[in-house]
C-alpha cells in the first residue's frame, strides 16, 4: 500500500533526557519513517527550561543535539529567539511535551495543552501531571475539537501498558488493575530484601540515575498515583483524578527475615477496584508475577472474562519513552491519513 507522504512539523517542549533521547531517535529512524510510514517529521521549534529556538523551515536536529550537549542549553544556537510563545505562536501539526510532571499545579505541561486546543494543534506527551490532575476534561476537550491527545510515554516508558489494554483487550471489560509501576521504589525494595536500609538502597538508586535528587514522588507514592489514574481512566474509564487515590509511600517499609523466610516480600502496589484507587505498600508472595527484581514495572489487567493478563518491562528511561513517543507519532500519522495503525 502507497502511503501519502506528509511534511509533520513539530514543537518540541522540553530538552532533557528524553527531549533529546527522542531527537537521537527521530535522527536514526527518519528514513524508515519516511519509507515505512510516508511521515517525514520536522522539528521546527524546541525549548529548554531557558531558552527557544525556532526556524520555520526545520531545525537541524543534529546540530541542535551537538549543541545542547556541550553547552547544556539552547542559548546561543543560532535559531534561538526570545520571547515568543512557541506553542501558540509557531505553525505546526504537532506539541511534543517532555516538561517535566508537576503533581501541583500541572505545570507547564497543562499551560502547553490548553495552548495547543486552543490553536488547534495534536499533542503527544510523556508529562503525567496535567493527566493526574485534569485528564477526564482534557481527553473530552481535545475530542470535542477533533484533535488526538497521546500519552502512552506516561506509563511504562517503552512498554506499552496502555496500548496493550488499548488494543489487546478491546472489547473485555476490565474489572481491576494492580501494579508497580515506579521503578525507583522497586529497585529500593529489592535492595532491601537483601538486607540494606531504606536510607542505603535510596542512596543507591540515586546514583545509579533511579531517583531524582529529591526522591519525593517516587518515594511517596505520588508517581505510582498518577500513572494509576491515567491507567484507570484509559482501562477502565473511570473519570478519576489525582485526588481520587489514597496514597501511602515507603518510607516506613521493613523486610524481615521472618517475612522472606515464609515466601513474602514487599512492593509499592498500585490498584484500582470496586473499593477505588489506592497506593501503597503490600505484602506479597515472592512468586506473583508482580515481584519483579530491579527497577522493572509489572501491570496485571483483570479482565472480566479472561482473567488475569500480566505485563513486565522497562518503566523508565530516555531512549525507552522516546520510542513510546514515536509509537504516538506514527499513530497520528497513520490517523491523519485515514489508515488505522496496527495493534
Known amino acids: 500500500m502507497l502511503l501519502r507522504v506528509e511534511r509533520m512539523r513539530i514543537i518540541l517542549m522540553g530538552m532533557g533526557v528524553v527531549g ?14 519516511y519509507r515505512k510510514y510516508g511521515l517525514h517529521p520536522v522539528v521546527v521549534a524546541a525549548s529548554d527550561s ?11 536536529v543534529q546540530r541542535l543535539l551537538n549543541h545542547k550537549r556541550s553547552e547544556g542549553t539552547l542559548h546561543g544556537f543560532p535559531d534561538e529567539v526570545q520571547g515568543m510563545d512557541l506553542v501558540r505562536e509557531v505553525e505546526a501539526e504537532v506539541v511534543i511535551d517532555v516538561t517535566p510532571s508537576n503533581f501541583r499545579t500541572g505545570e ?8 495547543a486546543l486552543q490553536t488547534g494543534k495534536h499533542v503527544i506527551t510523556a508529562n503525567k501531571g496535567p493527566l493526574a490532575l485534569e485528564m477526564p476534561a482534557l481527553v473530552e476537550m481535545f475530542q470535542h475539537k477533533g484533535l488526538r491527545l497521546l500519552f502512552s510515554g506516561t506509563v511504562g516508558g517503552g512498554t506499552p501498558f496502555l496500548r496493550f489494554v488499548g488494543k489487546c483487550l478491546s472489547g473485555e ?6 501494579g508497580v509501576i515506579n521503578g525507583t521504589t ?14 542505603e538502597a535510596l542512596r543507591e538508586a540515586q546514583e545509579k540515575g533511579y531517583a531524582e535528587a529529591d526522591p519525593s514522588n517516587d518515594v511517596d507514592g505520588w508517581d505510582s498515583a498518577a500513572k494509576l489514574v491515567i491507567l484507570s481512566n484509559w482501562a477502565m474509564d473511570l473519570g478519576v483524578t489525582l485526588k481520587d487515590v489514597s496514597v501511602r509511600g515507603i518510607r516506613d517499609v521493613e523486610i524481615t527475615e521472618d517475612m522472606l523466610s515464609r515466601g513474602k516480600t514487599v512492593r509499592l502496589i498500585a490498584t484500582a477496584d470496586e473499593s477505588g484507587l489506592r497506593v501503597q505498600p503490600e505484602e506479597i508472595d515472592r512468586r506473583d508475577p508482580l515481584v519483579v527484581p530491579g527497577a522493572l514495572n509489572a501491570v496485571s489487567f483483570i479482565a472480566e ?21 514515536m509509537r504516538d507519532l506514527v499513530e497520528l500519522k497513520m490517523y491523519l491519513g485515514g489508515v488505522e495503525p496496527c495493534s
Do not use: C, W
Request: net charge positive; no cysteine; charged share 25%.
Open 173 to 178: 471489560k476490565i474489572v481491576s488493575i494492580r
Open 186 to 199: 522497586n529497585y529500593i525494595l529489592n535492595r532491601m530484601e537483601d538486607g540494606i536500609s531504606f536510607r
Open 50 to 60: 531557558n531558552s527557544m529556538v525556532y526556524n520555520p523551515r526545520g531545525l537541524d
Open 20 to 33: 533529546q533521547a527522542f531527537l537521537e531517535l527521530l535522527e536514526l529512524e527518519k528514513a524508515d519513517l
Open 108 to 115: 507547564p505541561g497543562i499551560s502547553h495543552l490548553r495552548a
Open 305 to 325: 472474562i479472561s482473567g488475569r493478563h500480566t505485563l513486565i518491562g522497562k518503566g523508565a528511561g530516555g531512549r525507552e519513552t522516546a520510542a513510546a513517543l
